[in-house]
């Protein structure tokens, strides 16, 4: 109840190309859902996030899409560059953040 | 600018050890985590705080404690190191989640 399941867990993308990341949920307790970056060396940063109210936020080249009904939410990352070659990570929170198992993103020029 | 801080990037520690882990945030964030993170597993949350004196147990608790004596510093304890210990350990702190948990850049603990 408590899991966030993430897929795929490693996705390899061309330069230019949209980068999607996909998350889905049991517990409809939760009422957050953040996506974390993670550069080698470095622990993860908050990249962005949605409440359960929206179906859509757009933060630059990073959008979340995100199905209540379907309790699934994915990171769409338009124009991917090589310096988004990172591992992502979705969550869901309610007192504390559950994380996904993480995709790792290799960007190819 | 704002910062979590883990006094060591690598440790090696024999079986058997008490093993400390010490992560301090500069920021006055009430709330302190500590993650461990696994190839395939994700981040897995150990123990948490949001007040000094507390703590409440994550998702895997077992073989560890933790405690915090002072609102910026909260440490995680390896009662008796065992192999299946081995990680990579994220402390966090965070004011709210709405803005986002800031993470230290982890301890590679390895038991041998």
């Known amino acids: 109840q408590q899991q966030v399941k993430q897929s795929p867990q490693s996705l390899i993308v061309q330069k230019g190309g949209i980068s999607i990341i996909n998350c889905a949920y049991e517990?409809?307790?939760?009422?957050?859902f953040p996506w974390y970056q993670q550069f080698p060396g470095k622990g993860p940063a908050l990249l962005i996030a949605i409440r359960p109210d929206v179906s859509e936020k757009k933060e630059g080249r990073f959008t979340i899409s995100f199905n209540k009904s379907a309790k699934q939410f994915s990171l769409h990352i338009m124009d991917s560059q090589p310096g988004d070659s990172a591992t992502y990570f979705c969550?869901?929170?309610?007192?504390?953040?559950?994380f996904g198992t993480g995709t790792r993103l290799q960007v190819f020029p | 600018d704002v910062k979590v801080t883990q006094s060591s990037r690598y440790l090696v520690k024999r079986t058997g050890e008490k093993v400390f882990l010490e992560c301090v945030q500069d920021m006055d964030h009430e709330n302190m985590f500590w993650y461990r993170q696994d190839p395939g597993l994700g981040l897995r949350l150990i123990y948490f705080s949001y007040d000094v004196k507390m703590k409440e147990k994550g998702d895997i608790p077992e073989g560890y404690s933790v405690s915090r004596e002072k609102k910026e510093r909260f440490s995680l304890i390896l009662e008796s190191a065992s192999t299946n210990q081995t990680s990579m350990y994220l402390c966090?702190?965070?004011?709210?989640?709405?803005?986002?948990?800031?993470f230290g850049s982890g301890t590679r603990l390895t038991v041998v």
């Open positions: 969550a869901a929170h309610t007192d504390k953040l559950i």
């Open positions: 966090a702190s965070s004011f709210s989640v709405d803005y986002g948990y800031t």
């Open positions: 517990n409809t307790a939760f009422d957050y």
